[in-house]
């Protein structure tokens, strides 16, 4: 956690297989789009050992528009509820223009069956929990600990990696140092720019392994992935670890302000800071100058238990921030009703509580983008922080593994997690063609037809001052290949083509003025 400094007042699942039983495979998906009557007609067939009534859905979003939106009332056939897995299904969905270029279509199925949240908080185990925090512990400083900052980015690309989610890093550079922010996004099925996050910064002050700050928070980031990798929501979770925190929250504000992107829409952002010093003893908790005055009832709630120091702090503020501070507080109480939850919503942004915006939350707070830390208190409760002594024999892994398992309660819920699978139908590589005759404004002729290898197209009436492009496609509407239009003088193409297999294909032809032309033909 970062020292208070008044300066700166300021994170295709398909098939698988999960502990509740299976989830609908989608086997074929055959997509053709009729520019005639921009009708698109999509034929599946789908699976599932368990379950033989479902619910389909199509969902529809474009470039000019971010939010995934259902379709279902412009479409028929084999869609809605009460579908049964039997034979190839049929949609057709009728699209309100000709031009597909933007358009991005999924296929959602959903088996209904009811999830167990509170088996899926059960899967939080406090021996991997331990067992991560023993790998992260050590100095990670820039300049202090570089060897063992560096092994822990590679600890958490790998984990991520390793559990098919995409680690990436955004770089950014501080007195010569290229620091690393590290977020992977577990993508929603429904409406996957609404997003959660979750972490917390992984670098350490220069002479503290940092076990508690924020050693914790990674591994907490890590077993929360562990246990949620599995499963699919309709919003997508996002796992960051911060760099440069104990610097300014140089990371999370890299992101907030740089790296941050337009369509992702943040409904919150579960700041793990330090979550691992537990003590029950009396007066082992000391509070922030002001508090009794600010925030009564929680002053209260405390020194009517003798300042103990065993809960865990739920910090949010009054301008972006009450809701997901609520919600998390009553979402814990449900299913981890062994941890004790204070929470306190700092007035505005927080900025008038600089000890309550000390951590990078407080970033997100500067954008209005709701977010809590959730804190055992940092040096108000841990008297090894900033210190050599900040090891992990000194953390009580029950507590820790409570938040955790609070946290992942709180995302299953608020991710809303679903027992739904998906196919993205690709739209961008679909033959915009009538099925039933080849519509022209150039004459082609291809030849030979059918073919082996290779085919020459002789093409008519092109214009010689707009640019070209051509395309391949197979019957099921995907691109083999494409390529500027490289015609002889005497206006004949040849394409050359290995590996394709036997079938009927469509070459594609356009310009620039919004012509185009198609002509099918076989290859042996």
């Given at each position: 956690?970062?020292?208070?400094?008044?300066?700166?007042?300021?994170?295709?699942l398909?098939?698988?297989?999960?502990?509740?039983?299976?989830?609908?495979?989608?086997?074929?998906?055959?997509?053709?789009?009729?520019?005639?009557?921009?009708?698109?007609?999509?034929q599946?067939?789908?699976?599932?050992?368990?379950?033989?009534?479902?619910?389909?859905?199509?969902?529809?979003?474009?470039?000019?528009s971010?939010?995934?939106?259902?379709?279902?009332?412009?479409?028929?056939?084999?869609?809605?509820?009460?579908?049964?897995?039997?034979?190839?299904?049929?949609?057709?969905?009728?699209?309100?223009?000709?031009?597909?270029?933007?358009v991005?279509?999924?296929?959602?199925?959903?088996?209904?069956?009811?999830?167990?949240?509170?088996?899926?908080?059960?899967?939080?185990?406090?021996?991997?929990?331990?067992?991560y925090?023993?790998?992260?512990?050590?100095?990670?400083?820039?300049?202090?600990?570089?060897?063992?900052?560096?092994?822990?980015?590679?600890?958490?690309?790998?984990?991520?990696?390793?559990?098919?989610?995409?680690?990436?890093?955004?770089?950014?550079?501080?007195?010569?140092?290229?620091?690393?922010?590290?977020?992977?996004?577990?993508?929603?099925?429904?409406?996957?720019?609404?997003?959660?996050?979750?972490?917390?910064?992984?670098?350490?002050?220069?002479?503290?392994?940092?076990?508690?700050?924020?050693?914790?928070?990674?591994?907490?980031?890590?077993?929360?992935?562990?246990?949620?990798?599995?499963?699919?929501?309709?919003?997508?979770?996002?796992?960051?670890?911060?760099?440069?925190?104990?610097?300014g929250?140089?990371?999370?504000?890299?992101?907030?302000?740089?790296?941050?992107?337009?369509?992702?829409?943040?409904?919150?952002?579960?700041?793990?800071?330090?979550?691992?010093?537990?003590?029950?003893?009396?007066n082992?908790?000391?509070?922030?100058?002001?508090?009794?005055?600010?925030?009564?009832?929680?002053?209260?709630?405390?020194?009517?238990?003798?300042?103990?120091?065993?809960?865990?702090?739920?910090?949010?503020?009054?301008?972006?921030?009450?809701?997901?501070?609520?919600?998390?507080?009553?979402?814990?109480?449900?299913?981890?009703?062994?941890?004790?939850?204070?929470s306190?919503?700092?007035?505005?942004?927080?900025?008038?509580?600089?000890?309550?915006?000390?951590?990078?939350?407080?970033?997100?707070?500067?954008?209005?983008?709701?977010?809590?830390?959730?804190?055992?208190?940092?040096?108000?409760?841990?008297?090894?922080?900033?210190?050599?002594?900040?090891?992990?024999?000194?953390?009580?892994?029950?507590?820790?593994?409570?938040?955790?398992?609070?946290?992942?309660?709180?995302?299953?819920?608020k991710?809303?997690?679903?027992?739904?699978?998906?196919?993205?139908?690709?739209?961008?590589?679909?033959?915009?063609?009538?099925?039933?005759?080849?519509?022209?404004?150039?004459?082609?002729?291809?030849?030979?037809?059918?073919?082996?290898?290779k085919?020459?197209?002789?093409?008519?009436?092109?214009?010689?001052?707009?640019?070209?492009?051509?395309?391949?496609?197979?019957?099921?509407?995907?691109?083999?290949?494409?390529?500027?239009?490289?015609?002889?003088?005497?206006?004949?193409?040849?394409?050359?083509?290995?590996?394709?297999?036997?079938?009927?294909?469509?070459?594609?032809?356009?310009?620039?003025?919004?012509?185009?032309?198609?002509?099918?033909?076989?290859?042996?």
């Amino acid at each position: 956690m970062k020292a208070v400094n008044l300066s700166l007042f300021f994170c295709l699942l398909n098939g698988l297989l999960v502990a509740q039983n299976a989830y609908p495979v989608i086997d074929f998906t055959n997509t053709v789009f009729n520019e005639n009557d921009s009708t698109f007609t999509i034929q599946y067939s789908f699976s599932d050992t368990d379950n033989t009534i479902f619910d389909v859905d199509l969902i529809l979003t474009n470039s000019e528009s971010d939010s995934f939106n259902s379709v279902q009332s412009d479409a028929t056939g084999d869609i809605g509820s009460n579908i049964d897995a039997d034979g190839i299904k049929t949609i057709i969905y009728k699209h309100n223009s000709n031009d597909i270029t933007t358009v991005h279509l999924r296929l959602v199925i959903s088996d209904n069956e009811a999830i167990d949240i509170a088996s899926i908080v059960a899967e939080v185990d406090q021996e991997r929990v331990q067992g991560y925090l023993e790998q992260i512990e050590g100095i990670r400083h820039r300049t202090a600990g570089v060897d063992h900052l560096e092994a822990t980015k590679l600890l958490m690309e790998t984990h991520l990696t390793d559990l098919s989610l995409q680690a990436e890093n955004s770089v950014f550079d501080f007195e010569g140092y290229e620091a690393d922010n590290y977020t992977s996004v577990q993508e929603g099925l429904t409406a996957p720019q609404m997003e959660y996050l979750v972490g917390g910064h992984y670098d350490t002050v220069d002479e503290s392994p940092g076990a508690d700050d924020n050693g914790t928070a990674i591994a907490g980031m890590m077993e929360v992935s562990t246990v949620l990798a599995k499963y699919n929501f309709n919003k997508s979770i996002r796992y960051v670890a911060w760099d440069l925190e104990e610097e300014g929250l140089l990371g999370s504000l890299d992101y907030v302000n740089n790296t941050l992107e337009e369509e992702q829409d943040i409904q919150g952002y579960l700041n793990f800071e330090m979550i691992g010093y537990y003590d029950d003893t009396p007066n082992s908790q000391t509070l922030p100058f002001g508090f009794e005055q600010i925030f009564p009832d929680a002053y209260e709630e405390i020194s009517s238990n003798e300042f103990r120091g065993d809960f865990i702090s739920n910090i949010g503020n009054t301008d972006s921030s009450e809701g997901i501070m609520q919600d998390f507080e009553e979402i814990a109480e449900n299913y981890v009703p062994e941890l004790k939850v204070i929470s306190v919503a700092a007035p505005g942004n927080g900025s008038s509580t600089p000890d309550l915006a000390r951590s990078d939350h407080a970033a997100f707070w500067l954008k209005g983008i709701p977010a809590i830390m959730l804190t055992d208190g940092a040096n108000f409760r841990n008297p090894y922080y900033h210190s050599p002594d900040d090891t992990s024999d000194k953390l009580d892994f029950e507590f820790m593994t409570n938040t955790i398992k609070a946290s992942v309660a709180y995302l299953a819920e608020k991710a809303e997690i679903t027992h739904n699978s998906f196919a993205d139908l690709a739209i961008d590589s679909l033959v915009v063609f009538n099925a039933e005759q080849d519509f022209s404004n150039f004459r082609l002729k291809i030849y030979p037809n059918p073919s082996m290898d290779k085919i020459i197209v002789d093409a008519f009436d092109l214009q010689n001052n707009t640019d070209k492009q051509y395309r391949i496609y197979d019957q099921f509407g995907k691109m083999i290949t494409q390529g500027e239009h490289n015609f002889h003088y005497n206006g004949q193409l040849h394409i050359k083509f290995y590996d394709i297999p036997p079938g009927q294909y469509i070459f594609y032809i356009s310009d620039s003025s919004g012509k185009s032309s198609r002509k099918r033909f076989i290859v042996q």
